[in-house]
Nanobody
């Protein structure tokens, strides 16, 4: 069992930066692939980024490549999403998730989810 708690969301102007954190409980955190998803109002949840557990390989959706960076600290049971050059279209609730396969973009293949943190980017 893994419990996930996101933090770090907020209101930022376009072009600004935020760093999201996702703290995980459970001794097997280091064996899970971690992912970030987001859901904007009226839209379906979409994949953002994922990081492998063994070698920290990463994979991003095209719209955030070069702007967002996913990383993990297994000693702290935490995964991060550094978001730079934010755009209004990045506004969404951001969720972290834990799964077993890499790279996976379908949310249904992740086993555990956090409650989400709101990111709002003003123009």
């Amino acid at each position: 069992q893994v419990q996930l708690v996101e933090s770090g969301g907020g209101l930022v102007q376009a072009g600004g930066s935020l760093r999201l954190s996702c703290a995980a409980s459970g001794r097997t955190f280091s064996r899970y692939v971690m992912g970030w998803f987001r859901q904007a109002p009226g839209k379906e949840r979409e994949f953002v980024a994922t990081i492998n557990w063994s070698d920290s390989r990463t994979y991003y959706t095209d719209s955030v490549k070069g702007r967002f960076t996913i990383s993990r600290d297994n000693a702290k049971n935490t995964v991060y999403l550094q978001m730079n050059s934010l755009k209004p279209e990045d506004t969404a609730v951001y969720y972290c998730a834990a799964g077993l396969s890499f790279p996976v973009v379908r949310g249904t293949e992740y086993n555990y989810w956090g409650q989400g943190t709101q990111v709002t980017v003003s123009s």
